[in-house]
């Protein structure tokens, strides 16, 4: 046969894109016959070729690059040359598919970088007669230098509506690393500045950059697991900012305590910017990202570089099989005597000749992304519709924000209470702090086991039902049916009842644990205020902090998992409304606790927290019984469920 004659290639390689030893396909190359009497004409993809643009996910199987069919008008390469390598995708894969050991890793560190946030949250408030007296003259009052903590809440509240965009367009990486670095700098300020202007400043800035190891560690969480996943690493997370809430006034106390000698309490702030720099080494070499859509724009950005490589050199399109067929520019790629050739035949067997089209690939994501200016405003007023508009964000967001300033609210109520009832040292009040972190232990453990419980198969599986006769064997097992022994146990009758009533499909799972378990936070701030008294052990008051602390983790826990469950594509925003009213509100409450324990007493004082936080347990309560009456009410619900 005269001219040349092209064999079709193989199918698709899979190993294209599966780490650094993936290698092209060997494509069988062009060879000419031994009559040459008949010149060819090339007749596939070329400069002027469209090129298709399709949608990469992290499901799509690549196809295999043409590394052996030149165009014509390149120079033909030398025996050792060879076409550019591919590229190492292994760094873009999706996070949800990486080994447990590089999750748990990264979840360690975002961990640590939330506890040392909660730290530096909590441990400024039993130095405030050191501040006072160290800024100046003249020197601010109490509450003046109190205010430290609200700038920094603040900073807590604002700043996530402009950074979780800049995560969301650059990735995790970048923000996180470039925020630790301004919370670095500004506790470092917080050591050396000695005017109240210059203090609230830059704890304003502390919280700005602390902000991204808490806010934002929920979205690094939910990038690496799924729904069903996501309450083990979110039960450590949320343990960890209270154990850190716990550490930081402990520490600060038994060192405010001991140093106040000269400038030596200022090793408060220098320990932190020690801690924190080492969190920021370990960041930068460690921290990997983890945001899928920035992974797949790289891995489209170096696929495309690489195509680009690869025409540079002649060496045009994919192999595509769909792209075959007469008329079809990729249908014969030399014209001649072959160039109606469509398919070989091949041990009896007719194989379909694939063919070449040129591609780049983008991100869906990408395509629908707006301007970073939109993208800031949605961030910034989505959150406030929701809050207003959906009476579940505001309700929850109003029982979280309570809670959580409770929680400041002991930074100053247990040096206060302690001090002045028993008349204990700032060290030694400062030890009552290990209630929070023992309460963070405690909740943590009961959040892991919740939800085992809930995902258990004669639970959440439906097809456990009993049958009418009360047979509630396994269906699965390999005994005959009329071997089995029909019963119905009561536990059986229970777990039928739970399935029945409480489903654990339905969003409102999240909550049936949390409508016993939020009783915790009442129950302890009546213990605490009520047994607070010179004549009762001190140990009382004590374990009424640690049912507290049980109870605002649990309800923190509850309200982050419900609101991703419920809200979806929403979700960070309906976060970011509670968030904003927990900052706000964690902020105010440190300014009112010396008036409100002094004016009111300890009993009076705890029995007033104590009732707002048990008229508020009922929101749960109404949301297992109501929630799906509510829910088909709201309009970003039905939005969701019409998606």
């Known amino acids: 046969m005269a001219g040349f004659q092209d064999n079709p290639p193989p199918a698709m390689d899979p190993r294209l894109g599966d780490g650094p030893n993936a290698v092209p396909p060997r494509l069988p190359s062009v060879q000419p016959s031994q009559d040459t009497t008949q010149t060819p004409t090339y ?58 050991s590089r999750k748990y890793a990264m979840l360690t560190l975002s961990c640590i970088a939330t506890w040392l946030t909660a730290y530096t949250a909590g441990s400024y408030s039993p130095p405030q007669h050191l501040i006072q007296a160290a800024l100046g003259p003249p020197h601010p009052s109490l509450e003046a230098v109190l205010t430290g903590i609200t700038t920094f809440c603040l900073g807590f509240a604002f700043a996530p509506m402009v950074l979780a965009p800049l995560s969301e367009m650059n990735g995790r990486y970048l923000v996180f690393v470039v925020a630790g670095t301004v919370y670095a700098v500004f506790q470092a300020v917080c050591g050396a500045v000695d005017t109240l202007a210059g203090m609230l400043i830059a704890r304003f800035l502390v919280g700005v950059g602390g902000s991204v190891f808490s806010t934002m560690v929920g979205g690094v969480i939910a990038d690496m697991w799924d729904a069903k996943g996501r309450n083990l690493p979110m039960a450590f997370f949320s343990g960890s900012v209270l154990a850190g809430t716990g550490m930081g006034p402990l520490v600060a106390a038994v060192m405010a305590q001991r140093m106040q000698d000269g400038s030596r309490w200022k090793w408060i702030f220098w320990h932190q910017v020690l801690m924190s720099g080492v969190l920021m080494v370990a960041l930068v070499v460690f921290f990997k990202e983890s945001r899928g859509s920035v992974l797949l724009s790289r891995k489209a950005k170096a696929l495309n570089k690489w195509y680009e490589k690869l025409e540079k050199q002649g060496y045009f399109g994919v192999w595509d099989a769909e792209v075959t067929g007469e008329g079809s520019p990729s249908a014969a790629l030399f014209e001649g005597d072959v160039a109606e050739k469509k398919s070989i035949t091949e041990c009896g067997q007719t194989q379909t000749t694939m063919g070449l089209r040129r591609i780049r690939w983008l991100v869906k994501e990408d395509e629908e992304r707006a301007s970073l200016g939109q993208m800031i405003a949605i961030s910034v007023s989505r959150p406030f519709h929701l809050l207003f508009t959906e009476p579940v964000v505001f309700f929850f967001s109003l029982w979280v924000a309570f809670a959580w300033g409770v929680l400041y609210l002991t930074f100053g109520s247990i040096p206060l209470v302690f001090q002045l009832v028993y008349g204990w040292s700032l060290e030694q009040a400062g030890y009552v702090f290990t209630s929070l972190i023992v309460g963070a232990v405690l909740a943590t453990s009961i959040g892991i086991w919740q939800e085992q419980i809930l995902r258990h198969p004669k639970w959440a599986n439906p097809s456990a039902e009993p049958s009418s006769g009360g047979d509630t064997s396994d269906s699965s097992s390999s005994k005959p049916c009329s071997a089995r022994v029909i019963s119905s146990s009561s536990s059986d009758r229970i777990w039928a009842f739970l399935r029945r009533h409480f489903p654990a499909s339905a969003p409102e799972s999240r909550l ?44 923190y826990l509850a309200v982050f998992n419900y609101f991703a469950d419920t809200y979806h594509v929403y979700a960070s925003s309906a976060l970011a409304a509670q968030s904003f009213c927990r900052n706000v509100l964690g902020g105010a409450f440190p300014l009112v606790t010396s008036p409100l324990f002094k004016n009111l007493g300890e009993a009076r004082a705890g029995g007033l927290l104590g009732g707002i936080a048990t008229a508020l347990t009922v929101v749960p309560w109404v949301l297992v019984f109501f929630g799906e009456r509510i829910r088909a009410r709201s309009a970003f619900a039905r939005q969701l469920e019409k998606a």
């Open 43 to 100: 007749a596939g993809p070329d400069d002027t070729t469209e090129i298709t643009t399709l949608y990469l996910t992290f499901a799509t199987a690549l196809p295999t690059a043409n590394t052996t069919i030149r165009h014509p008008s390149k120079p033909q390469p030398r025996p050792d040359d060879c076409p550019p390598p591919p590229p190492d995708l292994t760094p873009y894969a999706n996070p949800q598919t990486w080994p447990d």
């Open 512 to 555: 049936y644990f949390t409508c016993l378990t939020s009783t915790l936070l009442p129950i302890g701030l009546f213990i605490f205020g009520f047994t607070a008294r010179a004549d009762t052990h001190w140990i009382a008051p004590a374990i009424g902090l640690v049912c507290a602390t049980m109870g605002i983790l649990l309800i």
